[in-house]
């Protein structure tokens, strides 16, 4: 596809229960972001790869939070023992440059649920 | 119609009619700025963007404003559509907080009145 494509589109889960979350970045895109979006607030940072080094993951609320980028093009955000203030929808971003300014490209999230 | 910043969180207007959504911006520092329309259920869509050596940009039917004495950007939506019906948020950047970590604001609801 062309665009940033994110599995699975909803995801519930028990409260304690782990979580992976995944994001297929377009084509070529050097940098990707995770957003956080809690329901009637803008998207908040997480975390920030540029190819496969993670460079930026100041946004992580705790140590539960995990993501990675093995090779470089699809990213995985794992949430270990889910907690309901986890609820929220994730977003994932890329762009072409590794250096430099260029809008982000979203995929339309995964939609948590933590009961 | 007008919204003033992020305090009012929606702002409805007729079809046809032009719109503003304003934006406060937090960091002087800040060079680059983004305007996204996300409608329910979707991820952000990317409308326009402006670095911070401009004052103005245009593309279609839009118009971006950015006054860096106060800190203000505002997006203009000109005869408004029903498909502009969203939420509209702006983004900035800056390089004291890391490459290419846009910060949003909270967002305005635009609703188009037929």
């Known amino acids: 596809g062309a665009g940033v494509s994110q599995s699975p589109r909803y995801k519930v889960a028990k409260r304690g229960q782990d979580v992976a979350l995944r994001c297929d970045p377009i084509?070529?895109?050097?940098?990707l972001f995770w957003y956080q979006q809690a329901l009637g607030q803008g998207p908040e940072f997480l975390t920030y790869?540029?190819?496969?080094?993670?460079?930026?993951k100041s946004g992580l609320p705790s140590d539960r939070f995990f993501a990675e980028r093995p090779e470089g093009s699809v990213s995985t955000l794992k949430i270990q023992r889910t907690q309901q203030e986890d609820s929220a929808v994730y977003l994932c971003?890329?762009?072409?440059?590794?250096?430099?300014?260029?809008?982000?490209?979203f995929g339309n999230g995964t939609r948590l649920t933590v009961t | 119609g007008e919204s003033v910043g992020l305090h009012l969180p929606t702002l409805s207007v007729q079809e046809g009619d032009n719109s503003i959504i304003n934006c406060a911006y937090s960091?002087?520092?800040?060079?680059?700025f983004i305007w996204y329309k996300q409608e329910s259920g979707k991820g952000p869509q990317f409308i326009i963007d402006?670095?911070?050596?401009?004052d103005k940009r245009q593309g279609q039917r839009v118009t971006v404003l950015l006054n860096k004495t106060v800190k203000h950007l505002s997006l203009q939506i000109a005869a408004t559509q029903p498909g502009d019906s969203a939420v509209y948020f702006c983004?900035?950047?800056?390089?004291?907080?890391?490459?290419?970590?846009?910060?949003f604001g909270q967002g305005t609801r635009l609703t188009i009145n037929p």
């Open positions: 971003a890329s762009t072409t440059l590794g250096g430099g300014i260029s809008p982000l490209h």
């Open positions: 084509s070529g895109h050097v940098s």
């Open positions: 790869f540029q190819n496969e080094a993670q460079l930026d």
């Open positions: 960091n002087s520092a800040s060079d680059y």
């Open positions: 402006i670095r911070s050596n401009m």
């Open positions: 983004a900035e950047h800056n390089l004291i907080q890391g490459a290419q970590k846009l910060v």
